[in-house]
């Protein structure tokens, strides 16, 4: 089964960066792969994602701040996260879907595997 691993989460303070790496323990051709996160008493909702083909979107909220790339050695995503707010705070999830996806990237139900978390906490 596809395992996922989040790594690179901390604090930091506003203004600061951050880069968030996942690991994949299967690697499926041309999938999508995001990340997702979810702050307290809020639902979990898209930061970015990357399709098969390389077509690469990030939510409003984060546009301008943040990267997301994907190595295409491992096939798997990484977050560059600059300019960092408090109000960027929550639970990060890394996300992947099986092979051949080219469908909504900032859409949950598009992935079928999540990572455990890595906690993002921006102090002001």
């Known amino acids: 089964a596809q395992q996922l691993t989040e790594s690179g989460g901390g604090a930091v303070q506003a203004g600061g960066s951050l880069r968030l790496s996942c690991t994949a323990s299967?690697?499926?051709?041309?999938?999508?792969m995001g990340w997702f996160r979810q702050a307290p008493g809020k639902e979990r909702g898209g930061v970015a994602g990357?399709?098969?083909?390389?077509?690469?979107q990030v939510s409003d909220a984060v546009t301008g701040r943040f990267t997301i790339t994907r190595d295409s050695a491992k096939n798997t995503p990484t977050l560059q996260m600059d300019s960092l707010k408090p109000e960027d705070t929550a639970m990060y999830y890394c996300?992947?879907?099986?092979?051949?996806?080219?469908?909504?990237?900032?859409?949950?139900?598009?992935?079928?595997?999540w990572g455990q978390g890595t906690q993002i906490t921006v102090s002001s």
């Open positions: 996300a992947a879907s099986s092979a051949f996806c080219y469908a909504a990237l900032l859409t949950r139900s598009t992935y079928g595997y």
């Open positions: 990357v399709d098969g083909r390389g077509r690469a």
């Open positions: 299967v690697s499926f051709p041309e999938s999508c």
